[in-house]
């Protein structure tokens, strides 16, 4: 099966909003409201943001929010700051017990 | 507070072998999903596989370009997890994570990699 597919970059001024988006099938994003999102700094381990599409783990800011529509998923940052520059990754469950990722969005704070 | 450490990563040649090591504390590893996920250098996040709990048989499944090359398993007296690498490829050069996981929450926690090179 092939990567869910993300923009490879993002970028926004601080205070702005950005939104990144993640586009699979039916198999996978669309079939399921299973879509994760991950941020993750150089030489880091990903951590996660946003679980079950919407949902946000304690700990993670309400600056980050997730949506879906159809086959597409969307990670927004709201009110940018100079550390969220980082990459993001989506990632969802797919048909017939697979996990996909996206390729990764690396996203700059102007 | 859950921690996740891998080890057992290293320079093999095409062809070889390697058993990675995931020893988890803060959780019993018999009670969760937990999957291993790689990253090439320089390249985005690759699932490669994942293990069921105890409870629903321990079972396992695995990224097709993997299937038959690796093997996920796990000593519950170690609270240990284990992803044998067969075979090795260059292409199978990345850092490799383990990460307890389920289908709805996702990757939650994840340690901090072991780097497999393989060259000749």
């Known amino acids: 099966q092939s990567a869910l597919t993300q923009p490879p970059s993002a970028s926004g001024s601080p205070g702005q909003s950005v939104t990144i988006s993640c586009t699979g099938t039916s198999s996978d994003v669309g079939g399921y409201n299973y879509v994760s999102w991950y941020q993750q700094y150089p030489g880091k381990a990903p951590k996660l943001l946003i679980y079950e599409v919407t949902k946000r783990p304690s700990g993670v800011p309400d600056r980050f929010s997730g949506s879906k529509s159809g086959n597409t998923a969307s990670l927004t940052v709201s009110g940018l700051q100079a550390e969220d520059e980082a990459d993001y990754y989506c990632t969802s469950y797919a048909r017939s017990d697979n996990e996909l990722f996206g390729g990764g969005t690396k996203l700059t704070v102007l | 507070e859950v921690q996740l450490v891998e080890s057992g990563g290293g320079l093999e040649k095409p062809g070889g072998s390697l058993r990675l090591s995931c020893v988890a504390s803060?959780?019993?590893?018999?009670?969760?999903?937990m999957s291993w996920v790689r990253q090439a250098p320089g390249k985005g996040l690759e699932w490669v596989g994942r293990?069921?709990?105890?409870?629903?048989?321990?079972?396992?499944d695995y990224a097709e370009h993997v299937k038959g090359r690796f093997t996920i398993s796990r000593d519950d007296s170690k609270n240990t997890l284990y992803l044998q690498v067969n075979s090795l490829k260059s292409e199978d050069t990345a850092v490799y994570y383990c990460?307890?996981?389920?289908?709805?929450?996702?990757?939650?926690?994840w340690g901090q990699g072991t780097l497999v090179t393989v060259s000749s």
């Open positions: 990460a307890k996981y389920n289908t709805a929450r996702g990757f939650d926690h």
């Open positions: 293990i069921r709990k105890q409870a629903e048989g321990v079972t396992t």
């Open positions: 803060g959780i019993t590893l018999s009670d969760v999903w």
